[in-house]
């Protein structure tokens, strides 16, 4: 069977709502069935919706820490505040953006968003996203008895090139890499250090139907993916890497 993306049409949520009751109204008003096997890849701004992860940027109260960021990267410091609270860590910048990693995400401004949001409101991350996914993908076995795969997609930036892509925050019920080493390559050499980016190959698929700017597709199925599943409770650490390890980090940070 070859791989199939269903992207599924939604509506634009403004506030705090029951995602699950809102998944079920989405797969009733497109006629649609989850199967056994399915993979569904969900934006992490309609996840974020769903749990009220709206903030308006003018009620933070603004750190010393935050005023030094924000005066660094000539940016606002309200939205650094918020940008600060976001973080695990600030890597560095350019003017307007902090670059800094979430959940193990190396994202501008946190994954923060303002371009989805009104006047001066921003969308965050979703909170505890692998726990979100876990979740989502045990009430869709306990009430439809179906196993599938979960994954939540934001767009990200890849350096040197132009444009976006898809990126798995966190995922559920698949795993999330394929380790290649060991492997042979086309030539008959082992593969040395090659993990196969399972769950963001399949963001990034999915991504490219859920479309960006006014597209309605908050939840795509993929089909046919041949990928593994799993009961086993997926963590953040399978998905990154440390940064001793990373070549992008090393090499702007030597």
């Given at each position: 069977m070859n791989l199939t993306v269903i992207p599924l049409t939604g509506k634009k949520k403004d506030g705090k709502f029951c995602f699950f009751e809102e998944l079920k109204k989405i797969l009733q008003c497109n006629k649609f069935t989850i199967k056994n096997g399915d993979v569904l890849v969900i934006s992490s701004k309609f996840i974020s919706n769903s749990q009220g992860r709206i903030l308006e940027i003018n009620n933070s109260k603004v750190c010393n820490k935050a005023k030094e960021i924000a005066k660094k990267f000539n940016s606002n410091e309200k939205f650094m505040e918020i940008?600060?609270?976001?973080?695990?860590?600030?890597?560095?910048?350019?003017?307007?953006?902090?670059?800094?990693?979430?959940?193990?995400?190396?994202?501008?401004?946190?994954?923060?968003?303002?371009?989805?949001?009104?006047?001066?409101?921003?969308?965050?991350?979703?909170?505890?996203?692998?726990?979100?996914?876990?979740?989502?993908?045990?009430?869709?076995?306990?009430?439809?008895?179906?196993?599938?795969?979960?994954?939540?997609v934001d767009s990200r930036l890849m350096p040197a090139r132009i444009g976006t892509?898809?990126?798995?925050?966190?995922?559920?019920?698949?795993?999330?890499?394929?380790?290649?080493?060991?492997?042979?390559?086309?030539?008959?050499?082992?593969?040395?250090?090659?993990?196969?980016?399972?769950?963001?190959?399949?963001?990034?698929?999915?991504?490219?139907?859920?479309?960006?700017?006014?597209?309605?597709?908050?939840?795509?199925?993929?089909?046919?993916?041949?990928?593994?599943?799993?009961?086993?409770k997926i963590v953040p650490k399978e998905m990154i890497i440390p940064y001793e390890q990373c070549v992008y980090i090393r090499s702007f940070s030597d």
């Amino acid at each position: 069977m070859n791989l199939t993306v269903i992207p599924l049409t939604g509506k634009k949520k403004d506030g705090k709502f029951c995602f699950f009751e809102e998944l079920k109204k989405i797969l009733q008003c497109n006629k649609f069935t989850i199967k056994n096997g399915d993979v569904l890849v969900i934006s992490s701004k309609f996840i974020s919706n769903s749990q009220g992860r709206i903030l308006e940027i003018n009620n933070s109260k603004v750190c010393n820490k935050a005023k030094e960021i924000a005066k660094k990267f000539n940016s606002n410091e309200k939205f650094m505040e918020i940008v600060f609270r976001e973080s695990d860590n600030i890597l560095g910048g350019v003017a307007g953006f902090a670059m800094s990693t979430t959940n193990g995400i190396l994202a501008p401004n946190a994954g923060i968003d303002k371009s989805n949001s009104k006047g001066t409101k921003i969308i965050l991350y979703p909170n505890e996203p692998y726990k979100f996914a876990e979740e989502l993908k045990r009430k869709i076995f306990l009430e439809l008895n179906l196993h599938v795969g979960v994954i939540i997609v934001d767009s990200r930036l890849m350096p040197a090139r132009i444009g976006t892509t898809g990126v798995a925050i966190a995922c559920a019920g698949i795993e999330p890499t394929k380790d290649l080493r060991g492997e042979k390559d086309l030539d008959g050499n082992p593969l040395k250090v090659t993990f196969q980016a399972t769950a963001d190959n399949l963001a990034s698929i999915a991504n490219h139907e859920m479309g960006e700017g006014s597209d309605l597709h908050p939840i795509a199925i993929v089909r046919d993916s041949s990928c593994n599943l799993t009961n086993r409770k997926i963590v953040p650490k399978e998905m990154i890497i440390p940064y001793e390890q990373c070549v992008y980090i090393r090499s702007f940070s030597d």
